[in-house]
């Protein structure tokens, strides 16, 4: 069974990785910091390599395989942002990724995939036929399988965020991340905690897809039913060993409407000229719409994908 | 007659507008690295505050004013977001901005001017249309014209790009910015050269508003009649404070189509997932073509602005 990484482990990724992900910028928005009456640090990951934070995750990955099992390749099943980071990842070593996704996943991550080499394989938009798929390749080319979230490399690797961040702006209080599968709130609260004990973590949620905030009330692993949000990158639900993080570590987790994301969206755009795919704009919502508190406090917000079709922006139905 | 500033001046601008403007990222792309065999470094003034590096000599012309001269307000006649960043500088000082637009300005520039509270005033979109209503303006308010680029307080605002780059990058070969006025190239020279006497200094402009390279060839002003391009902010005419400038320590001037400008926005969309405006694209469009040589340096690259209409997209007519 998978474990959160240590400390220690998060700063093994870091040296890894470092030559191989970019370190991204941290903008400010003066703004929104006198809207919220806090200072917010936004730690930019859409601008990181393949557009999202899962680079970090995938490159500490497929890094940490030996030749031998590198040289058989590397699967996963992905919504489509650790899909592309795994294929980006694997070519930079020579070796095969086979990418296992759901036929609904937007066409501009699909594109994203193919782009860095993925062999794309496309299935019914079920977690089961997704990983029946998987290990259906596992077996018949040897390949590892490097889950999104659930493994220990990948959740390292997105703690190298926290320790970047820190480094650009040491004295926060407060870390506020999207949940999805919890792979980096997982890795966010082992290195910022490791750095500072009485760092916050919060997380956030689609009201739609709320299994983090129904699991801490519940006490165990909550999935919902039908998760269902814009905020495509969230859907998954979180694992026996993210629960554990979310559950000791993780001080609050605020959920969102699906008119609060695109209006968060829209907002970043307004203050920060960057635009964000609707994962990304969870945390802001969160913030914006009070259920996550930060006034007075110096928070880090990290924004983890900038994956957004330019075609089909959420407000264009409404504009 | 303005002059260009000196480097003494646009080293007094940085300290003056240190605390209004942000420092803005630096970033770099594996891919066009690859491509062009260049080291490219892209400052994103994009992401500066108001959406482009037009902050920076607007805050330091509206905080170099005296008290009396200040309470009287500013005016400008602007393409968009000298006027928007004019009005920021003016409200953080507590005084009138007029802005005397063309009233073919985009949407999403009057409305980003509107925003920062300019007291807008259309006009025919010709350079005499918009000079005189200034004037009248000049009249009677007493408000101080601060013109877009011929004017050394802005110049040396705009010059403060190059002392930051050079600051996160120091050991650059090159930089180029794009040419519209010719305000930002002029501040970009000195300040660069300033610092380092054999830096190149390329610029690039729209092959429909090309008056900087008729200029440098004919060796006096040459303004092209109607200029035209997707690049709005790049349609001015060069003056003589900034030809001098262009004459003297630009080593060479490249030059782009309208389609190559819009291949190169959603290029750097492609590899920096930045969106940036037309004009912005222009020097990206150049290094592109060949029409601007860089293969074995190390190339800063000025982002301008990212003051794009999302409704608008330039691709999307053809998608």
């Not at 795994?86 to 070593?93: C, G, K, N, T, V």
């Not at 609060?260 to 829209?266: D, H, P």
């Not at 307004?270 to 110096?298: F, T, Y």
């Amino acid at each position: 069974m998978t474990s959160a990484p240590g400390f220690d482990a998060i700063q093994a990724a870091r040296r890894r990785i470092s030559g191989s992900v970019r370190r991204t910028p941290v903008l400010v928005s003066e703004a929104l910091d006198e809207e919220l009456g806090a200072a917010l640090y936004f730690k930019c990951e859409n601008l990181q390599r393949a557009g999202a934070f899962k680079a970090r995750g995938a490159f500490n990955a497929v890094l940490s395989l030996s030749p031998q099992q590198a040289s058989r390749g590397v699967v996963t099943h992905s919504s489509g942002n650790h899909g592309a980071a795994l294929a980006l990842a694997a070519r930079s070593r020579g070796i095969p990724a086979y990418v296992v996704a759901p036929r609904t996943t937007p066409q501009s991550k699909q594109q994203n995939m193919r782009r860095y080499g993925a062999q794309l394989q496309l299935c019914e938009p079920t977690l089961a036929a997704r990983q029946e798929r998987a290990e259906q390749i596992v077996a018949a080319t040897g390949a590892t399988l490097i889950h999104p979230y659930d493994n220990a490399e990948v959740m390292a690797g997105q703690g190298t965020v926290a320790l970047e961040l820190l480094e650009q702006v040491p004295d926060l209080n407060v870390i506020v991340c999207p949940i999805g599968g919890g792979g980096l709130i997982s890795g966010t609260a082992v290195a910022a905690q490791g750095l500072d004990a009485r760092m916050a973590i919060l997380g956030a949620e689609p009201a739609g897809a709320d299994d983090a905030l129904r699991s801490r009330t519940a006490g165990v692993i909550t999935a919902v039913a039908q998760p269902s949000s814009l905020a495509d990158g969230l859907l998954a639900t979180i694992a026996p060993s993210t629960f554990e993080v979310i559950r000791t570590r993780v001080a609050a987790v605020g959920t969102v409407t699906e008119a609060q994301i695109v209006a968060a969206m829209r907002r970043v755009w307004d203050e920060l000229r960057i635009l964000i795919e609707p994962s990304s704009a969870v945390p802001v919502a969160a913030l914006l719409n009070g259920s996550l508190e930060v006034a007075g406090r110096r928070v880090g917000v990290i924004l983890t994908g900038g994956n957004v079709d330019l075609q089909r922006l959420p407000w264009d139905a409404t504009a």
